[in-house]
């Protein structure tokens, strides 16, 4: 048999990013679509908590402890970043607990490490952002805790909107969060934060925001593009005011 045809060529050279999640992520799937052809996505979870979403979660799933354990996890495989997945847990407790758990995976081994909300407040630096609309699948007090984090980072939240859920937050449909994100709209928000990775919003994007006017940031989008950035790897998937906010990260 002739080896020399362009399929024995490969595989494409893999480049790795390392997903610390907590317990309870359900939407993998949606993950990979962020990433282009070249990336594998290496997941390494939080240990299981008997709790609902809620202040107490976010809490349990950003232990210093468990992101260092769960970084070590994924080290072997040799990822060029390492992300830590979660909204909540990221920003629980505020701008310098944000750096922290950065610090933590930097320290566990990783060589870079990003957080959703971390990647955020890198998206609303680059834009320039200082107005935002919000909406979150959280109770009222969780959600409360990302404003205050907002604040702490500079930015006002001038209209908010939260589904209550304490669990299957991945079930949500594209109906339900499109309507949400359009009741949380504002004329007065230069842009719509969709917080938290377990809740479904690749293909709601491009459509909102030809119909906005105005950015749809969402917690996965953000998390993988900050990651992609880092790599020096080109952005895929909806987003068109995100395409340039992480491409001059250090390598």
């Not at 997941?43 to 979660?57: D, G």
């Not at 210093?64 to 495989?77: E, S």
């Not at 890198?122 to 205050?148: F, K, Q, W």
Request: proline share 7%.
């Amino acid at each position: 048999m002739e080896l020399n045809i362009p399929e024995f060529e490969g595989p494409l050279a893999q480049r790795g990013i390392g997903i610390i999640a907590p317990f309870d992520l359900a939407l993998e799937r949606e993950l990979w679509r962020w990433a282009p052809l070249e990336v594998s996505l290496h997941l390494a979870r939080t240990p299981y908590e008997p709790v609902p979403v809620s202040l107490e979660m976010a809490e349990l799933v950003s232990e210093r402890r468990h992101i260092m354990a769960a970084t070590r996890d994924v080290l072997h495989v040799e990822p060029e970043v390492v992300a830590y997945l979660c909204t909540s847990g990221s920003f629980i407790k505020g701008l310098d607990f944000e750096r922290t758990l950065c610090e933590a995976m930097c320290e566990a081994g990783a060589q870079q490490a990003v957080t959703t909300s971390g990647a955020l407040v890198e998206a609303i630096e680059h834009l320039g952002l200082s107005r935002l609309s919000v909406i979150t699948p959280y109770d009222a007090p969780l959600t409360e805790r990302l404003h205050a984090f907002l604040d702490e980072a500079g930015t006002e939240v001038v209209r908010s909107d939260h589904l209550g859920l304490g669990g299957g937050i991945w079930k949500v449909n594209y109906r339900t969060i499109a309507e949400h994100i359009i009741e949380a709209d504002d004329p007065n928000a230069e842009a719509i934060f969709v917080s938290c990775t377990n809740l479904p919003t690749y293909d709601v994007i491009a459509p909102l925001e030809r119909e906005l006017g105005k950015p749809v940031l969402t917690a996965n989008q953000l998390t993988i593009w900050a990651c992609l950035g880092r790599m020096k790897l080109p952005m895929s998937g909806p987003g068109q005011w995100l395409r340039d906010v992480f491409g001059d990260q250090p390598s």
